[in-house]
Each structure stands twice: as structure tokens, then as C-alpha cells.
T-cell receptor
């Protein structure tokens, strides 16, 4: 019954490593997002995909590369991890319904710790 | 200046009291307004959308003042389960636009 799921839930890794986070939604939505919530709890958009096409890229370092194999999946690959990448990464999805008020549904988050 | 500004709190309020949160936004092109709720170590969830005429959902009332670029949330008869961080969120609307979040206001209801 999980609407938006992410794996893994926790990720602890060394600086310089490459890691991926996966996200899947079973809501039939056409748009998916990645958000980053830092240690001060500030939540900020990173990327958005609509029907597998990138539509938002918010000045994120190019070490971060999203990939959407189909509209139900949006993965995030991070190269050469840095200490400042430690955060909670949330995936979300929404359906464009023709009006301005479209609820975004969030996954449970992936807590990334870079040592 | 932050795009969405909120008083971070914390607000410590006795059970049964009424509490109000305020939020201001800087982008006058914003079209959609929301309050999301985030429990500790959980994901944000939509509490309510905020419409131009103001709207109510049970104990929760949201108001929007476009001229002042100001949004409010009022919680009446607060319950222990209302303890959470309340996030003010704006968007330029039109479906798949990004959400811009405030830093959140932390609320603790005291028994």
C-alpha cells in the first residue's frame, strides 16, 4: 500500500564514495521530485521530472545525477560524496490536475551520513 | 531575504489552547499556498491548501492576504497530537511547479 517508497532508508558511507538512492511511486502520478533537507531542517527542491523528462534542476552540483527510467521511478546517483551531502533526501510525486493546487506526496526519506 | 519566512518557534502551548502561526513570502508571482505538517523524523504531509477567501478544516483555519504576501494558520482546541513542525509552502502553481518551503515552526502541545 506504500504510495511513495525510497531505498535505502539509511545510508552511511565514506567521503569520496558513489551511492544511489531509489524512489518508486504507485500513485500513477506523472511528476516526481527530489528534495534535500539539511541539518537545520530546511527543505529545498533539487530536481523534478515530468513523464521522464527533467523539468527542474535547481543549481545542484553535477555530482548529483537523477535518472527516471519510467514515470513511476526516479533515482538519484551521487558521485564523490562530500561531508556537506549529509542530509535527509526526500522523493515526492504529484499529478498535474489542471489547477494550481496539486498535493505532493512524499516518501519516508533517506538519511545519508557521509563520514 | 528568504523566499518564505516563518517564526521557527518553538511554540509550547497547553492542550486546549488556540495557537496561530504566520508566514510571509517574497515572490508576488506565487499562486498556490499550503501548510504542510512534518512530524519528527518523518516526511512532510499536506495539512491543508490555503485559498484566497480563507478556508477551514475542522479545528484548522488558514488565511491568505495576497496584498501583504502573508499566510496564517490557526489551530483551535489544540490536541497533543498537533505537536509537529508546521511548514508554510508556496508555489507558482500550474501543476508541477516546485514547492518552496519555509523553515518551519515547531509546535509542542503540553498536557
Amino acid at each position: 500500500d506504500t504510495a511513495v517508497s525510497q531505498t535505502p532508508k539509511y545510508l552511511v558511507t565514506q567521503m569520496g564514495n558513489d551511492k544511489s538512492i531509489k524512489c518508486e511511486q504507485n500513485l500513477g502520478h506523472d511528476t516526481m521530485y527530489w528534495y534535500k533537507q539539511d541539518s537545520k531542517k530546511f527543505l529545498k527542491i533539487m530536481f523534478s521530472y515530468n513523464n521522464k523528462e527533467l523539468i527542474i534542476n535547481e543549481t545542484v552540483p553535477n555530482r548529483f545525477s537523477p535518472k527516471s527510467p519510467d514515470k513511476a521511478h526516479l533515482n538519484l546517483h551521487i558521485n564523490s560524496l562530500e561531508l556537506g551531502d549529509s542530509a535527509v533526501y526526500f522523493c515526492a510525486s504529484s499529478q498535474v490536475a489542471g489547477g494550481p493546487y496539486n498535493e505532493q506526496f512524499f516518501g519516508p526519506g533517506t538519511r545519508l551520513t557521509v563520514l | 531575504r528568504k523566499e518564505v519566512e516563518q517564526d521557527p518557534g518553538p511554540f509550547n502551548v497547553p492542550e486546549g489552547a488556540t495557537v496561530a502561526f504566520n508566514c510571509t513570502y517574497s515572490n508576488s508571482a506565487s499562486q498556490s499556498f499550503f501548510w504542510y505538517r512534518q512530524d519528527c523524523r518523518k516526511e512532510p504531509k499536506l495539512l491543508m491548501s490555503v485559498y484566497s477567501s480563507g478556508n477551514e478544516d475542522g479545528r484548522f483555519t488558514a488565511q491568505l492576504n495576497r496584498a501583504s504576501q502573508y499566510i496564517s494558520l490557526l489551530i483551535r482546541d489544540s490536541k497533543l497530537s498537533d505537536s509537529a513542525t508546521y511548514l508554510c509552502v508556496v508555489s507558482k502553481g500550474f501543476g508541477n511547479e516546485k514547492l518552496t518551503f519555509g523553515t518551519g515552526t515547531r509546535l509542542t502541545i503540553i498536557p
